[in-house]
């Protein structure tokens, strides 16, 4: 058997563990903290610089009370106010509080930059890890979730990143500095804490995790609103058509209360967390500012001596309220932002799901690549189901030579596009095999397998940009002319020529801008520039006019000739030239051969074919 030119694949043979997943665990909350962690140390001197501008900013801001309670004391002198001492310290308090300003703002725009670059990163990640992952996954997961993953779940950790992150950060630091502070004024009164901050602490982890679960569900039900609202947009025209806009949007109004309500629970019981915390903070102050008057009235009259633990000035009194607040205060934000924190995990553990999804399987070690493909393909007991309950091919067996074309019909259902997925290695066969030109493609690289075919389908595919590029995109480095022979070919170059911009035409998102027709003619333009050794065509002149569909037919001959051809088509004129046609039912081949033999046989395809022409 004459057999095609297959290469070893270096890349694959070497790299064998470049398709590894990550293992890290991303159902807790530590798991999604630590690998968040990860992106925001890859900018490691930023946010060092961003920590030192912390410690500055919130040290600076903890010498304030001390020159504020010295002044107090200088003020309450009891041998009358020292003036001087009084106006150091308060160009002392102002120096201090305007540099800590300054510094706060540093930090701000510097958190804020971290924060979008790695929004960035996470973003074309993800999106590089769709470009990966197999056909399968995108048949069984709604486009509209998957763009909210890319769009409000990364931008919801880009919130907490550049704004959250500062704030604990801060706290920290303010909270560690004022019970330093506090302990060198006044030790009694820390006793305080001992009971208040425990209280805080066990309250805010309770509340926790009664609430994460609610962020993660809010974040389900928005996806599911943006995958039904995506899907409801894209078929407007039908909407319409079957005035079924009430029905719509009843439909979405349902969705949108779940998804309010969803958002409405979690951020309800998010925001109890903060006032019951500042209630028990503020309590804290209360017994602090009681007992902290004591003991001054007691030292101020003498009952207690200087030096003592019990001593207390009344600066010193005003130090301790104010870096109680300090310390209460940044407690009193962590549990504010806690459950934005929560949000933000939620979002990341549905974004790193996506990274963490296996990619198709990759070429073996030893997988060939395919040079020169002669196009002889053979089906040899080939079954397949997408779910293992549910078989849609049966033992098929086909042996296509080279430069056949061979045409599948049947009812809708019957398998006819699944044979196109598994050519193309979209989806694995369950049992048989499928050879190209003697090889198993199972072990032939999946870019070399998918460059040797063509496909011009049904649905076609435009992206934003030129006509020029559209076409283009069917070969690396295509020329202008080149170009324009394809759209000769496929007796688009008239219309493209009438354009004001010619080949320099921008096309819009999904070519809205040009007609059904246009967008399947500029299609097939591009598979006539790609020229590939084979060619599937599924039902690739079904949106044209039947006049354009015969001329479109004379260059598609001309486009098939000596390549192997794969034809599904509903309109049986346009393949009676077929060597081969295969008739499809229930994922069974039941009858097969030429046009003429399968009319003289008068089964399904005899009574299909004079069902479209009577």
Not at 36 to 62: E, G, R
Not at 64 to 70: D, K, M, T
Not at 98 to 122: E, F, H, N, P, R
């Amino acid at each position: 058997m004459n057999r095609g030119n297959f290469t070893r694949n270096p890349a694959a043979a070497n790299n064998p563990n470049k398709h590894s997943s990550n293992k890290l665990d991303k159902k807790t909350a530590k798991g999604v903290f630590i690998r968040l962690s990860k992106y925001v140390l890859a900018y490691y001197p930023m946010f060092l610089t961003a920590v030192i501008l912390t410690l500055i900013s919130n040290h600076l801001s903890l010498l304030g009370p001390l020159y504020s309670g010295e002044a107090i004391d200088a003020i309450a002198n009891k041998s009358g106010v020292q003036f001087d001492t009084v106006k150091l310290n308060i160009l002392k308090m102002i120096l201090c509080y305007a540099t800590a300003a300054i510094t706060s703002y540093l930090l701000a725009v510097l958190m804020i930059k971290i924060s979008q670059k790695i929004t960035y990163t996470m973003r074309r990640q993800v999106f590089e890890k769709l470009t990966t992952l197999p056909v399968s996954y995108f048949d069984t997961h709604a486009v509209g979730d998957v763009i909210s993953r890319i769009s409000y779940d990364i931008d919801t950790i880009n919130s907490s990143l550049s704004h959250d992150l500062v704030q604990v950060m801060t706290s920290l630091y303010t909270v560690v500095g004022s019970l330093i502070f506090m302990w060198s004024i006044s030790k009694p009164l820390i006793a305080v804490f001992a009971v208040t901050v425990p209280a805080s602490i066990i309250f805010t982890r309770y509340r926790s995790k009664k609430v994460r679960p609610l962020f993660s569900a809010r974040s389900a039900k928005l996806g599911e609103l943006n995958a039904y609202a995506e899907e409801m947009l894209s078929g407007c025209n039908t909407i319409r058509a079957y005035n079924r806009e009430d029905e719509i949007g009843r439909r979405f109004g349902e969705r949108n209360k779940e998804a309010m309500d969803a958002y409405y629970k979690a951020e309800y019981y998010g925001a109890t967390l903060g006032p019951s915390v500042n209630f028990i903070n503020n309590l804290s102050l209360s017994l602090v500012m009681i007992l902290g008057g004591i003991l001054f009235m007691l030292s101020s009259n003498g009952m207690v001596k200087a030096g003592s633990v019990f001593f207390l000035t009344i600066g010193g009194v005003g130090q301790f309220v104010q870096y109680s607040r300090k310390f209460a205060g940044p407690i009193n934000e962590f549990a504010n932002i806690l459950h934005e924190f929560q949000s933000a995990f939620s979002a990341a553990e549905r974004v790193f799901r996506i990274l963490d999804e296996p990619t198709e399987i990759p070429d073996s070690k030893d997988a060939l690549t395919a040079d020169n493909v002669n196009g002889n393909v053979k089906l040899a007991n080939v079954t397949f189901g997408y779910v293992s309950e549910k078989q849609i091919l049966k033992d098929i067996s086909i042996d296509v030579k080279p430069g056949q074309t061979v045409a599948i019909v049947g009812p809708t259902g019957a398998g006819k596009t699944t044979i196109i997925n598994l050519l193309m290695r979209f989806y694995d066969v369950d049992g048989g095999s499928i050879l190209l030109d003697g090889v198993d493609i199972r072990h032939i690289t999946r870019r070399s397998l998918r460059k040797a075919f063509t496909m011009v389908l049904q649905d076609t595919w435009l992206f934003h940009g030129t006509i020029f590029d559209n076409i283009a995109y069917g070969k690396e480095d295509a020329t202008l002319e080149e170009v324009k022979a394809a759209a000769v070919n496929s007796r688009i170059d008239t219309f493209i020529e009438s354009l004001p911009e010619g080949y320099d035409t921008v096309i819009s998102d999904d070519g809205v801008n040009i007609s059904k027709g246009q967008k399947q003619l500029i299609t097939i333009a591009r598979a006539f520039l790609a020229d590939s050794e084979m060619l599937i065509l599924d039902e690739a002149t079904s949106n044209v006019d039947s006049r354009t569909e015969i001329k479109i037919q004379e260059a598609m001959n001309r486009l098939m000739s000596s390549k192997t051809c794969f034809v599904i088509a509903h309109r049986l004129s346009t393949i009676q030239n077929a060597d081969i046609i295969l008739v499809l039912r229930d994922g069974k081949i039941t009858e097969a051969g030429n046009h003429d033999t399968l009319m003289e046989l008068k089964g399904f395809y005899y009574t299909l074919f004079n069902s479209q022409f009577e």
